[in-house]
């Protein structure tokens, strides 16, 4: 399959903790990016890294790069019911073809 | 930011019948664009590049006639589904970046349920 890992695929957590989101992916890139996807809506750019980058902070979350390993996390910090959705990850190596993740379902529960 | 149109939101149609999906890129330019299917809870996979000006390039195993994919301007791609059958009914998402190697922009998705 082209698409890349992510881990977990679902995950429940409780308002006000962390949730932690890894994504894996098969070839060398040259940018990582992050989307969030509520159900049976578009996907929203959440976070852009390029190879070069080990980590991006945008608000609450943060995205680490591991190029050795090639994989990718997503932390959501003092999360929120709102932030329910699905997360994937997609990556490129250079073009503008993205292989995305397999996602991750997080519930935030109130 | 950028935005990507994607029109309708959902469409219900007849078995044997075609339907047309719109994808514009609002307030940028872009010479290509992308058209995925995605099935409920799972991932998103590519479909086709859409490239203005020339012939689309579909991904291994998505019937190019089935699936005809028109870039007429750098601000519009179409796709249109031919002869649905129910196994088409399934989410469409299009997508459409400025240049290579920076954000990708998502339409909202297109619902389609063929009956």
């Known amino acids: 399959s082209q698409q890349g890992e992510e881990d977990p695929q679902a995950l429940s957590i409780q308002e006000g903790e962390n949730a932690t989101m890894n994504c894996s992916y098969k070839?060398?890139?040259?940018?990582l990016q992050w989307y969030r996807q509520n159900s049976g809506r578009g996907l929203v750019h959440l976070i852009l890294?390029?190879?070069?980058?080990r980590e991006k902070h945008s608000g609450r979350l943060r995205v680490t790069l591991d190029t050795s390993k090639k994989s990718s996390s997503l932390l959501i910090t003092a999360s929120r019911a709102a932030d329910t959705a699905s997360y994937f990850c997609?990556?490129?190596?250079?073009?503008?073809?993205?292989?995305f993740g397999t996602g991750t379902r997080l519930k935030v529960l109130a | 930011g950028a935005v990507v149109s994607q029109h309708p939101s959902w469409v219900i149609c007849k078995s044997g019948t075609s339907v047309k999906i719109e994808c514009r890129s609002l307030?940028?330019?872009?010479?290509?664009m992308f058209w995925y299917r995605q099935f409920p809870k799972q991932s998103l996979m590519l479909m086709a590049t859409s490239n203005e000006g020339s012939k689309a390039t579909y991904e291994q195993g998505v019937e190019k006639d089935k699936f005809l994919i028109n870039h007429a301007s750098l601000t519009l791609s179409t796709l249109t589904v031919t002869s649905a059958h129910p196994e088409d009914s399934s989410f469409y998402i299009c997508?459409?970046?400025?240049?290579?190697?920076?954000?990708?922009?998502f339409g909202e998705g297109s619902w389609l349920t063929v009956v």
């Open positions: 307030d940028f330019q872009a010479t290509t």
């Open positions: 070839t060398s890139i040259n940018n």
């Open positions: 890294i390029r190879s070069n980058e």
């Open positions: 997508s459409a970046s400025e240049t290579v190697g920076n954000t990708i922009y």
């Open positions: 997609a990556s490129s190596s250079g073009t503008y073809k993205y292989i």
